[in-house]
């Protein structure tokens, strides 16, 4: 049996017709840059997550990126981010010429570590990257109250979140994933939650001035076609993308739906195998799985024994932000952020994705006991 790691085709299919309709539109506007479909989008995503302002870009990178530039971050300052996710989550910073300052994570939920951050907060903190990592929100409540205490700005980077929402002790209400930072940051990579068919980005904020900032620092700085009032960049989300992203926001929840399922059955199938450790679902988050990854031991070797079997699988993440040669320079060594460490050693992520079916699920348990049986 072949087990894809996601199926993309699988997922598009009953969607074809719909697609194929809003492509054609747009061909024959030939509106590429900023057409009324992004517009549309940005409207559409805002009210889904709750924002009042959603500005299309052209990676979730670069959504991370743009964030902190609107929010003046610079040469001489330091952001702290998680130690375990992907890189771009602190490549950002050092495009602005800011310093990411690592900060281990917690071992159950793979988030950042609350109880480490304010340890690593200096004079030159200026913000808090937390990651909602593999579709779980991180404790906001905490990393709000740290923020707020400190003064620093919250940059959610929700790239691997869509639909999650933080269920707040604080304020008694459900938030959904990048709306409750000064800033949230999402990707539509195509294999997110919610993917186009290239390249795409976004950021949610309920400021009026950042989203104004936003509008003119991703379309060349300008105030009109040729007047540019600031440096700005070419990080515009295509038209064509967000007519595709338009049709399957309103399949968002549904797929998300799909995934919790499927990672139930998965925990019913693994729950009882020694050694292995499944993803623990903390009581402040709704989960989205964009990943489900467990922990357990000789992971190289059944990496390899699951692969052999037509199995896709992946590891997020083998090496630590800080181990990372193109980090070497800020003199981290191996040891000093022990969780991450841990984490990256024994954990592997399975098949996941709304199309996957219950026989495949039984498959790669199957498989995966006898792996840990060699
Ligand atoms: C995917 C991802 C990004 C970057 O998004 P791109 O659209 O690929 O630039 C950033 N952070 C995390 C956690 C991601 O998973």
């Not at 998680?82 to 010429?97: E, K, L, N």
């Not at 939920?109 to 929100?137: E, R, S, W, Y």
Request: aromatic share 10%; with cysteine.
């Amino acid at each position: 049996m072949k087990v894809p790691f996601i199926d993309l085709q699988k997922q598009c299919r009953p969607l074809k017709k719909e697609i194929n309709k809003a492509i054609a539109d747009v061909l024959k506007k030939q509106n590429f840059i900023l057409g009324e479909e992004v517009h549309e989008f940005e409207k559409n995503f805002a009210e889904y997550n709750k924002v009042k302002y959603a500005v299309g870009l052209n990676s979730g990178t670069d959504a991370l990126f743009l964030s902190l530039i609107a929010l003046g971050i610079g040469p001489g300052d330091e952001v702290i981010v998680p130690a375990f996710t992907f890189i771009a989550t602190a490549f950002v910073v050092s495009y602005t010429g800011a310093v990411p300052v690592f900060v281990d994570v917690d071992e159950r939920t793979f988030a950042i570590d609350c109880a480490q951050i304010a340890k690593a907060v200096t004079k030159k903190t200026k913000a808090i990257i937390p990651v909602h990592l593999f579709g779980q929100c991180a404790d906001m409540d905490k990393i709000r109250d740290i923020a707020k205490k400190h003064s620093l700005y919250v940059i959610e980077d929700a790239c691997q979140s869509h639909g999650a929402e933080f269920l707040s002790g604080r304020d008694h209400n459900a938030f959904k994933s990048g709306s409750m930072g000064d800033t949230g940051a999402f990707s539509f990579y195509p294999t997110k939650n919610l993917g186009g068919f290239g390249d795409g980005g976004m950021i949610t904020t309920n400021s009026g001035e950042i989203h104004e900032k936003l509008l003119k620092l991703r379309d060349c700085g300008r105030k009109s076609k040729y007047e540019h009032s600031m440096v700005g960049y070419n990080s515009r989300l295509d038209t064509l993308q967000a007519a595709v992203l338009n049709i399957k926001l309103k399949y968002l929840d549904a797929w998300n739906e799909k995934r919790r399922k499927n990672a139930g059955i998965y925990s019913e199938l693994l729950k009882d195998i020694p050694g292995v450790i499944i993803p623990e679902c903390a009581s402040f988050s709704t989960h989205v799985f964009h990943v489900f990854a467990v922990r357990l031991p000789n992971r190289d070797k059944v990496v390899e024994y699951l692969r052999s079997k037509g199995i896709g699988v992946l590891v997020n993440y083998p090496l630590p932000l800080h181990l990372q040669d193109a980090y070497r320079h800020l003199g981290y060594r191996e040891g000093m952020i022990p969780t991450a460490e841990k984490i990256s050693k024994d954990i592997i992520s399975l098949p996941m994705h709304p199309s996957l079916e219950k026989g495949q699920i039984e498959y790669v348990v199957t498989q995966l006991k006898n792996a840990l049986k060699l």
